[in-house]
């Protein structure tokens, strides 16, 4: 067994097959892979990565498996796949991952061909565990992939409360151990027993409060579109393909970043912290739907029309089109009266964090500061949007403002 003093949940004891599994070059690779990618360009202290944060959801599904009284090879599984979870991760965590997967059709979770080879799939099958099934148990499926991916899984109970801790932020403080405590198996779906609403409520509202201060902040989405654009960058100048892409870690993108012609200008900004402004900024209701439903060839082309009505070079324009607004920790379950019921009927909470997410929603478009102006003014005409000129706010007023109401 090894111990391992943890900034978050102490001491975490670490034994059998993730014991074995701790070592291996995929594992550890995650030392070197940013948990929040670009977000210490907002938070200095957002340097923890996916290695620590494996650790955490780890030590979380062993105490998850204890309360459930799960053991024996089926709980094996599970503590494979928590401390496997994200060795698919590209670079910067998920900040490239639309761009890798247009190219490989493969995300972070589809991990089977990675479990299958190397030494992972040796250690796996030492322990007589198959690497596919620990496989689909990263990728949610089965009853017990519920617990790594799923709405109450224990993936998500480590990074709010991790990600706060790093970034000082109050806003993703959860019970999480009442949370690992109160996990119930009904009918083969993975439940909050009864008297559990406020708890789940809290990962619902540490979530909406994470996302406009820390995940979406509007320096981070800025810093990970740029990222974007440079990976693109890189792989149309033929320096990298895709595949190795994927595999790189943070250091090994940014030496390439920088040993390339064609993006080592451009990454420069990133290096320094001369990033791109917002040029716009403007709410959902405000853009047509066809944008908003737009896919990478035709964002691709609007931002070439912008570029052409603003007379700049196309590198200076980014547009940056989030999906729409959507709340899976809604469709969590909690025993009610005897009777499994989604968090979406049962608290009103929800229809008020609904509200609150459509008022952060924004679309952005990115220039550099000189020429922001012009950018700006040729993105509201060529992207039609129903708004005078240049939008910026503070989208967690928003949500402030919502619950305000809710409570009020």
Not at 396 to 404: C, E, F, I, P, Q
Request: hydrophobic residues 40%; contains cysteine; proline residues 3%.
């Amino acid at each position: 067994m090894k111990t391992i003093k943890d900034s978050v949940h102490d001491h975490i004891e670490v034994d059998g097959v993730a014991r074995d599994l701790l070592d291996t070059p995929a594992v550890q690779r995650l030392r070197h892979i940013a948990q929040l990618g670009t977000v210490s360009l907002v938070y200095p202290s957002a340097n923890h990565t996916r290695f620590e944060h494996s650790l955490g959801v780890y030590h979380l599904a062993c105490e998850a498996l204890d309360h459930l009284g799960i053991s024996g090879t089926e709980a094996e599984r599970v503590q494979a796949a928590a401390l496997l979870h994200d060795v698919g991760h590209g670079p910067f965590s998920h900040n490239l991952e639309t761009l890798t997967h247009r190219e490989t059709g493969r995300y972070h979770d589809d991990v089977h061909e990675l479990l299958a080879t190397g030494e992972v799939g040796d250690v796996l099958r030492a322990h007589d565990l198959e690497p596919a099934a620990v496989a689909d148990l990263v990728a949610g499926e089965g009853r017990f992939g519920q617990l790594v991916s799923g709405e109450l899984d224990v993936d998500r109970m480590d990074y709010l409360v991790r990600d706060a801790h790093h970034t000082g932020v109050p806003y993703g403080t959860i019970d999480h151990g009442r949370l690992v405590r109160e996990l119930r198996f009904v009918d083969g779906e993975l439940v909050l027993a009864a008297g559990n609403v406020q708890s789940a409520e809290s990962l619902l509202v540490s979530r909406a409060l994470m996302n406009p201060t820390v995940y979406s902040h509007s320096v981070a989405r800025i810093s990970k579109a740029m990222l974007r654009r440079a990976g693109e960058q890189l792989l149309e100048a033929e320096a990298t393909d895709a595949e190795t892409l994927q595999r790189m870690d943070d250091h090994d993108l940014i030496v390439a970043l920088r040993s390339s012609d064609a993006t080592s200008e451009f990454f420069r900004r990133f290096d320094h912290r001369t990033l791109y402004k917002r040029a716009v900024w403007a709410e959902i209701d405000d853009v047509p739907g066809g944008i908003i439903e737009a896919d990478h060839e035709a964002i691709t082309t609007f931002e070439r029309e912008i570029a052409d009505e603003a007379d700049v070079d196309p590198t200076s324009v980014i547009l940056d089109v989030p999906s729409r607004p959507s709340m899976k920790e809604s469709t969590t379950r909690v025993l009610v009266n005897g009777e499994v019921r989604q968090l979406g009927r049962q608290s009103p909470l929800v229809d008020a964090l609904r509200a609150a997410q459509y008022s952060q929603w924004r679309l952005g478009v990115y220039s550099p500061a000189d020429v922001r102006e012009q950018v700006g003014s040729a993105a509201v005409d060529v992207l039609g949007l129903d708004i005078e000129g240049p939008l910026v706010t503070d989208v967690r007023d928003g949500l402030y403002a919502t619950l305000d109401q809710f409570v009020g």
